[in-house]
C-alpha cells in the first residue's frame, strides 16, 4: 500500500508542475486516478487472497481439533447443564482461550438444578444372572448403595382409564416396564439391504401395527409417557425401566428421569427386549439396580463468551456460535463438542492470522441449549446493545458431518452479502454447499433460532449427516469415535475465511426480512418468529 501512495504523490506532482494545456492535464490526471484505483483494487484482492491463504494453511496444517476433542470430550466428559462437568468445561474454555491471547470469561445467566451421575448397575438375578446394558437417567434421585431388588411387570393391555386404575396398586414393590417390546432390532436400512421385499414390507407392517396398538393403549390407560411415571411411582412401583431406542444398531436416546424418589433407568433394545419376553413367558425375572447421584441443590449456570475486539468497528459484532452443553447418555461429542471445537478453533486460527479484525468477533458458548436454547436465549435479552449490531452469526450444531447447506433464515439480501463471502471460499470446502435464499427464518432448533428471532442475521451451518439422528443425536453412542475430523477442518476452514470476509466488509448486512410465505397449516401470512424468554431457573421444581 505505501507503493500506491507514492504513485499517487507522484501523480499529484506531475498535475502541478505540467505546463500543457488543461485539458489535457485534466485527461491525464483521470487515467492517472483510474490507474490508481485499479492498482488499488489488485492490490486489496492479492491481501485478501494471502490472508485467506494463510487462514487454510494455518486449519490445514497446525490444526489442535484432536487435541481439543480428547481434552473436552473425554477429560472432561458430558457437559449436562447443572453438573460439576459442565463448569470444569466452562473454566477449561476460558483457559483454552486465554492461552490464546484471546479474552474469555463466563457469563453467568441463571441457575439450575445440580446433579451429578455417580455408578449404574442393572443386573437381572432371577431366574439367572445376567449384567444388563444401560443407565440411570438425568437428574434422577440416588438409590442407597445396596440398591432396589424387585420383580419386574410390564404395562397391561386396558380397555379403558378404569381398569387401568384397577389395575395400578398390583406395581406396589414391583419394577415396572414402559416402553414397547419393539418388533426388531434392526434398522430399517438394514432390513431393505438384506430382505426379501415381501419380507421388508411385512416387517414394516408388523412394526406399525405393534406401534399402533401401543399407542392407543397409552391413551387408553388414560396417561402419556411422562405422566404413567409418575402414576406408577405415587402407585408405589420402586423403579421404572424404559427402553428409548433411536433406530440404530446399540443406540438408545437418554434424557432425564421423570421420578421423584425411585430409580429410573434406560435399558439397551436387546436387553430390554429379552427381560420383556420373560415376563411376558411368566419367568418372574427379578431386576437388581443400583443408581448413586448425587442432588447439589441449584448451582449457578453460565455462558462462556471470548472476545477479539474490533479495531475499525468495535461496536459491530461477529459471532461465532455452538451450544456448551450435552446430555450424558455419551460424552456429547456431535452434538454439539464438535461445534463447539469448531468455533475454539476458528478462534484460536483468527487471533494468530487477523489479531486485529475491523469488527469485533465473539465466541459465544451457550449453557443450557438443550432445555430450550436457555442460555443464547438469555444472551440476546442480557445484550441488546450487541444483538442490534450484529453483522453476522455462524452457529454449527449438527453433528460432525461437513456443512453442506446454508439458508439466508428469511433475510432478503442475504444472498448479496453472504453470496459474495461465499466466493472467497475455496472451491474444495464451498462445492459440497446447497444454499437457499432468502429462506426461512428458523423458529427453534438451535442457537441461531435465538438471534434470528431478535431480527438479526444468524446462520445455520449445516451438516451432512453421518446417520446423525439414529446413531448420535442424544444418544449413548455420542462419543469421541464418531467424530470425522476431515469434516471437521473442513467447517473450521469456511468458518474463518466466512468470519473475515464478513469483518472486512465494507458494508452493513442488511435486516430486511422477505414476506414469508402462507402457512399451510393456519392458512394465513407467516409471521416471522419473536423472541422467547429464557428458563432462568431450572429444574426448581
Same mark, same amino acid.
Given at each position: 500500500?505505501d507503493?500506491?501512495y507514492?504513485?499517487?504523490?507522484? #501523480?499529484h ?22 490507474v490508481?484505483?485499479?492498482?488499488? /483494487?489488485?492490490?486489496?484482492a492479492?491481501t ?6 494463510a ?5 490445514s ?6 487435541e ?5 470430550l ?10 460439576p462437568?459442565? !463448569?470444569? =468445561?466452562?473454566?477449561? +474454555? ?13 457469563? !453467568?445467566?441463571? !441457575? ?17 444372572? *445376567? ?14 448403595k445396596k ?21 395400578l ?11 414397547m417390546?419393539q418388533?426388531t432390532?434392526?434398522p ?6 438384506? /430382505?426379501? *421385499? ?13 406401534e ?22 405415587k ?5 421404572i ?8 444398531f446399540? =443406540?438408545?436416546k ?22 420383556y419376553?420373560m ?24 455462558n462462556t @463468551? ?5 479495531? %475499525?468497528k ?8 455452538a ?6 447418555g ?6 454439539n ?40 436465549r438469555?444472551?440476546?435479552e442480557?445484550?441488546? %446493545?450487541?444483538?442490534?449490531? @450484529?453483522?453476522?452469526?455462524?452457529? !454449527? ?5 461437513? #456443512? ?9 439480501? /442475504?444472498?448479496d ?6 466466493h ?29 428471532? +431478535?431480527? +438479526? ?8 449427516s ?60 407467516? #409471521?416471522?418468529?419473536?423472541p422467547?424468554?429464557?428458563e ?6
Open positions: 500500500m507503493l500506491l507514492t504513485i499517487w504523490d507522484i #501523480v506532482y506531475l498535475q502541478k508542475n505540467l505546463t500543457t494545456k488543461s485539458s489535457e492535464i485534466m485527461n491525464f490526471k483521470i487515467t492517472c486516478t483510474a490508481f484505483f485499479s492498482i488499488t /483494487a489488485l492490490v486489496q492479492q485478501q487472497q494471502e490472508v485467506v491463504d487462514l487454510v494453511k494455518e486449519a496444517e497446525n490444526s489442535q481439533l484432536e481439543l476433542a480428547y481434552e473436552l473425554e477429560g472432561i466428559g458430558p457437559r449436562l447443564v447443572g453438573t462437568q459442565m !463448569q470444569q =468445561a466452562h473454566s477449561w +474454555a476460558v483457559d483454552k482461550f486465554e492461552s490464546w491471547g484471546i479474552s474469555a470469561k463466563n457469563e !453467568q445467566w441463571g !441457575q439450575w438444578k445440580g446433579w451429578e451421575r455417580g455408578i449404574t448397575h442393572i443386573d437381572m438375578v432371577y431366574p439367572r444372572v *445376567e449384567t444388563i446394558s444401560g443407565t440411570q437417567l438425568a437428574w434422577n434421585p440416588s438409590t442407597s440398591g432396589v431388588t424387585a420383580e419386574l411387570v410390564i404395562l397391561p393391555t386396558v380397555a379403558n382409564s378404569a381398569a387401568f386404575e384397577n389395575w396398586p398390583s406395581v406396589k414393590g414391583k419394577i415396572v416396564m414402559v416402553s417390546k418388533t432390532g434392526r430399517e436400512a438394514n432390513w431393505k439391504e438384506y /430382505a426379501t *421385499e415381501e419380507s421388508f414390507e411385512k416387517m414394516k407392517k408388523d412394526k406399525a401395527e405393534a399402533r396398538k401401543w399407542r392407543e393403549n397409552m391413551e387408553n390407560t388414560g396417561y402419556d409417557r411422562r405422566t404413567i411415571v409418575e402414576a406408577l411411582e402407585a408405589g412401583a420402586v423403579g425401566v424404559q427402553s428409548y431406542w433411536s433406530e440404530g446399540g =443406540a438408545n437418554i434424557f432425564s428421569a421423570y421420578t421423584k424418589e425411585i430409580p429410573m433407568v434406560d435399558v439397551s433394545l436387546e436387553d430390554y427386549g429379552m427381560l419376553r415376563v411376558e413367558h411368566d419367568a418372574k425375572p427379578k431386576l437388581r439396580i443400583v443408581a448413586e447421584s448425587k442432588d447439589l441443590g441449584m448451582v449457578p449456570t453460565f @463468551i471470548a472476545t477479539i475486539k474490533g479495531t %475499525e468495535p461496536e459491530e459484532y461477529i459471532i461465532l456460535s451450544h456448551f452443553d450435552s446430555w450424558d455419551g460424552t456429547g461429542a456431535t452434538d463438542g464438535t461445534g463447539t471445537i469448531t468455533m475454539m478453533e476458528a478462534a484460536r486460527i483468527l487471533k494468530k492470522i487477523y489479531p486485529n479484525p475491523k469488527r469485533t468477533i465473539i465466541v459465544g458458548l451457550w449453557g443450557s441449549e438443550e432445555q430450550g436454547l436457555n442460555g443464547s438469555a444472551y440476546v442480557d445484550h441488546p %446493545e450487541i444483538v442490534s449490531n @450484529i453483522q453476522a452469526v455462524f452457529n !454449527q450444531d449438527n453433528g460432525t458431518g461437513r #456443512v453442506v447447506n446454508l439458508s439466508g433464515q428469511g433475510f432478503l439480501n /442475504a444472498y452479502y453472504l453470496g459474495s463471502w461465499l472467497a471460499v475455496p472451491e474444495d470446502v464451498s462445492k459440497h454447499i446447497e444454499t437457499h435464499f432468502p429462506g426461512t427464518p428458523a423458529r427453534g432448533g438451535s442457537d441461531y433460532a435465538s438471534f434470528v428471532a +431478535a431480527g +438479526a442475521p444468524a446462520f445455520s451451518l449445516s451438516s451432512l453421518w446417520a446423525y439422528w439414529n446413531y448420535t443425536w442424544h444418544t449413548n453412542l455420542d462419543t469421541y469415535d464418531k467424530i470425522v475430523f476431515d469434516d471437521i477442518q473442513n467447517n473450521v476452514i469456511l468458518t474463518v475465511i466466512l468470519t473475515y470476509m464478513a469483518s472486512e466488509d465494507p458494508d452493513r448486512t442488511s435486516r430486511v426480512k422477505s414476506v414469508l410465505p402462507i402457512d399451510k397449516r393456519t392458512g394465513e401470512p407467516g #409471521v416471522w418468529p419473536t422467547r424468554q429464557p432462568r431457573n431450572g429444574g426448581a421444581n
